[in-house]
């Protein structure tokens, strides 16, 4: 019998922070804590955070996953998910006497009461986001129609043609890529000179804190992994972040998706996880990684995050 080959040597470089934010983290907990107060079912719109592996946990403990409200039985208590949502939704819910819980991101919420304020003082709202994400829809449907106009590119600036060039503002979705926003900004910022705006971006920490992990860890990787889903907005710029230092990455929502195509030639190999992925699938891809390779790790953090969000009144006593 002759000695088995030995397993290529491949270097992990492990980005923090990643992975969970506090938004996600206090969702997660509203459902919990719900089920555990309810019993099941509980009734949630739309995935509480853009993961599987986390909405089929929920589903595991007695969460029933719905797009809109006219699913949910009337008996039943129903939760919004971390994206935010229309105003219609919970006043729906109140008209129909539902027992409902708003797991919406408390910075998703910041933005929709800065656009309701605009608003109020006659503003006309440009925002800067992705159309159809949930987080959208959400904080379109904070303010009445018309008074919001939505902006992707600086060609979809070019292209605005507000009824008031001197009476706007913008607010951004809190996902976006950090450099994109910035080019997105300056032209808004060029062509309609008043335009009020947040003092930074509306932007997340956490956004911002996971894209500044790719950059900072990018130039020495051969390749990037990120976990997270198609849908999850955060996850898809981490990918676009990675792509753009010059080092190719590749979106997975689980280690059992990984093409091993992608790592031939890879020695070293930064991995990190999008806000509502759990630390759980980073462990895993590392152990399914060890089993064909020589597996060595080594993280690089650029701080530490330390906010945590308050549980809506009547579940933080359960807590
Ligand atoms: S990514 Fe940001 S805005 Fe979204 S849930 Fe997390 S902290 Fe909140």
Same mark, same amino acid.
Do not use: K, M, Y
């Given at each position: 019998m002759g000695t088995p080959f030995p397993k290529p040597a491949l270097e992990l470089v492990i980005a923090a *922070?990643? #992975?969970?934010?506090a938004g996600v983290d206090r969702a997660i907990r509203i459902v919990e804590l719900a089920i555990e107060k309810h019993g099941s079912p509980v009734f949630v719109r739309?995935?509480?955070?853009?993961?599987k592996f986390v909405v089929d946990a929920l589903k595991a403990k007695g969460a029933v996953f719905v797009e809109?409200?006219?699913?949910?039985?009337?008996?039943a208590p129903v939760v919004f998910s971390a994206h935010g949502v229309p105003k219609s939704v919970p006043m729906n819910a109140q008209e129909r006497g539902l027992d409902y819980l708003d797991a919406t991101c408390p910075l998703v919420s910041k933005v929709h009461r800065q656009a309701e304020r605009l608003v109020a003082s006659g503003r006309h709202i440009v925002f800067i986001g992705h159309a159809g994400h949930p987080e959208v829809i959400g904080t379109f449907g904070?303010? *009445?129609? #018309?008074d919001m106009s939505l902006v992707e590119t600086v060609a979809d600036v070019e292209a605005f043609a507000p009824?008031?060039?001197?009476?706007l503002a913008f607010l951004t979705q809190t996902t976006l890529s950090v450099d994109d926003t910035a080019q997105v900004v300056a032209a808004l910022q060029r062509r309609f000179p008043t335009i009020q705006g947040p003092r930074g971006e509306d932007i997340c920490y956490a956004t911002s804190n996971r894209q500044a992990a790719v950059k900072a860890i990018a130039a020495e990787c051969d390749a990037m992994l990120v976990i997270g889903a198609p849908n999850s907005s955060n996850s898809v710029r981490l990918v676009e972040v990675a792509e753009r230092e010059g080092t190719p990455a590749l979106l997975i929502?689980?280690?059992?998706?990984?093409?091993?195509?992608?790592?031939?030639?890879?020695?070293t190999l930064g991995i990190t996880a999008g806000a509502?992925?759990?630390e759980l699938l980073v462990r895993e891809l590392v152990d399914r990684l060890s089993l064909r390779f020589d597996v060595t790790e080594r993280e690089v953090e650029i701080g530490r995050e330390t906010i945590a969000f308050k549980l809506p009144r009547g579940l933080d006593a359960a807590a």
């Open positions: *922070p990643r #992975g969970f934010c739309h995935e509480i955070v853009h993961n809109e409200l006219d699913e949910v039985p009337d008996d904070q303010v *009445p129609a #018309g009824a008031d060039p001197d009476n929502q689980r280690a059992n998706e990984l093409d091993w195509t992608f790592l031939h030639g890879v020695g509502s992925a759990p």
